[in-house]
């Protein structure tokens, strides 16, 4: 998991590790990775420094866990930085080194976990994205573009995977405005959202591919008039949403 050194990344690491999961937790700060282990379950934590930018870093931290912990059975792509800054004054380099955590990092670290996942033919990918990605707000151009780009991966990388590897499951959450350093203070407590987290994450039915959820309910596709009128026709009705 990326992001693990602070807010919803430490809350997730901290949720799975209760529920006997062995997280490999990956941000740059060590320390910050320290204090997290320091919450999580004895001995099911294990830190790794990285920058999610570095590809090849990326690479050879799969390949240790792998050779180390064992296989990666979950990818939860949630690292993230929303500086804040004005488009029109902030220098480009700021923007596009926000937009490189965000959005490539969450290329590197696919990239990285699939071909073990694709030998084994299972695996589980989570992308956490955001609401800014559809509706972007003053101040915030580097972290919406990059969230809406996060929208767009997800479904390319369940194109990518569909028939070819069914047996990985990929799937988008959009937890919510949390209480985190990246949030607003007051807002849902990050704990909160980790229980969500870790159920759709532990969750690996087929079922749940390219499906995207809200906080802790499933956004079904929009369906239009016709397919309505198809489906009411033939008495098909589509499964309500699912709840984590």
């Not at 993230?80 to 596009?96: G, M, Q, T």
């Not at 988008?172 to 969500?196: C, H, K």
Request: net charge neutral; charged share 20%; hydrophobic share 45%.
């Amino acid at each position: 998991m990326t992001g693990a050194s602070a807010g919803l990344g430490r809350a997730l690491a901290v949720e799975l590790t209760d529920r006997g999961v062995i997280v490999a937790g990956i941000a740059r700060r060590a320390d910050a990775l320290a204090a997290t282990g320091a919450l999580c379950a004895d001995g099911r934590f294990h830190d790794l420094a990285g920058d999610v930018r570095d590809a090849q870093r990326m690479r050879d931290i799969v390949a240790d866990v792998e050779q180390r912990i064992g296989p990666v059975a979950i990818l939860i792509n949630n690292a993230a930085v929303y500086p804040r800054h004005d488009f029109l004054s902030a220098p480009a380099e700021d923007v596009i080194d926000e937009i490189a955590i965000n959005l490539d990092g969450y290329v590197t670290t696919t990239s990285a976990v699939l071909p073990g996942m694709a030998a084994r033919g299972t695996g589980r990918i989570v992308n956490v994205s955001s609401f800014a990605g559809d509706e972007p707000l003053t101040g915030s151009l580097g972290y919406s573009v990059s969230k809406a780009g996060v929208r767009a991966l997800t479904r390319a990388i369940a194109a990518e995977t569909r028939h070819r590897l069914p047996g990985i499951v990929v799937s988008e959450w959009l937890p919510g405005v949390m209480n985190t350093r990246i949030g607003v203070p007051g807002a849902l407590d990050p704990a909160v959202a980790a229980v969500w987290g870790a159920r759709l994450a532990m969750d690996n039915d087929p079922a749940l591919h390219n499906a995207v959820f809200v906080r802790d309910e499933q956004r079904l596709p929009p369906r239009g008039a016709a397919q309505r009128i198809k489906d009411l026709l033939l008495m098909r009705f589509p499964a309500p949403p699912r709840r984590l």
